[in-house]
Antibody, heavy 118, light 108 residues
Framework: QVQLVESGGGVVQPGGSLRLSCAAS????????MHWVRQAPGKGLEWVAY????????YYADSVKGRFTISRDNSKNTLYLQMNSLRAEDTAVFYC???????????WGQGTLVTVSS | EIVLTQSPATLSLSPGERATLSCRASQSVSSYLAWYQHKPGQAPRLLIY???NRATGIPARFSGSGSGTDFTLTISSLEPEDFAVYYCQQRRNWPPITFGQGTRVEIK
């Protein structure tokens, strides 16, 4: 079955960097677009970034544009999120998700917690 | 950016009761709207897509309706496992993909 497993979360100081990974299995990873979605403590869901199945098409939320970079390695069935210049307001659980039903999030990982704090 | 406003913020109901959740879009999203269920510590779960289509494996007690700017998620008879937070999401006009702020369905 479809499985998405995020890793790479942790505690980082403001201004620091972190790279999240999402290992995919149970489906043909290279056939589907992937997204990152986050949830700050006590808040709702916020879409963060999108990458098309073959790469090259990327979109970002305004709140992370210029600081975060989404990428993928289809040979490793893995999605990444490079996060630079982290701020306290980036503290959140980050989920990777895929949209088998176009632009709706059918499958999600369990999430990885990123805490930005000094 | 399309803003989705959900109401009420919290719905207090008993098992067996009917739940009616609302999602209003700041401009038309046609039928390009989904509903998700989210429980603490779990991944969100797609319930309804394109306003009224149940996702795979979703029980028939969940139904969606609406088009344009006004949408409704109905849970016909609440089961204990249905108490959770529900979000709507639009894909009509993106980026960005946007979510509503959520409705919490709690046990009365």
């Amino acid at each position: 079955q479809v499985q998405l497993v995020e890793s790479g979360g942790g505690v980082v100081q403001p201004g620091g960097s972190l790279r999240l990974s999402c290992a995919a299995s149970g489906f043909t990873f290279s056939d589907y677009a992937m997204h990152w979605v986050r949830q700050a403590p006590g808040k709702g869901l916020e879409w963060v970034a999108y990458m098309k199945y073959v790469g090259g098409n990327e979109y970002y939320a305004d709140s992370v544009k210029g600081r975060f970079t989404i990428s993928r390695d289809n040979s490793k069935n893995t999605l990444y999120l490079q996060m630079n210049s982290l701020r306290a307001e980036d503290t959140a659980v980050f989920y990777c998700a895929t949209t088998v039903t176009p632009y709706y999030f059918d499958y999600w990982g369990q999430g990885t917690l990123v805490t930005v704090s000094s | 950016e399309i803003v989705l406003t959900q109401s009420p913020a919290t719905l207090s109901l008993s098992p067996g009761e009917r739940a009616t959740l609302s999602c209003r879009a700041s401009q038309s999203v046609s039928s390009y709207l989904a509903w998700y269920q989210h429980k603490p510590g779990q991944a969100p779960r797609l319930l309804i897509y394109d306003a009224s289509n149940r996702a795979t494996g979703i029980p028939a007690r969940f139904s969606g309706s609406g088009s344009g700017t006004d949408f409704t998620l109905t849970i016909s008879s609440l089961e204990p496992e249905d108490f959770a937070v529900y979000y709507c999401q639009q894909r009509r006009n993106w980026p960005p993909i946007t979510f509503g702020q959520g409705t919490r369905v709690e046990i009365k």
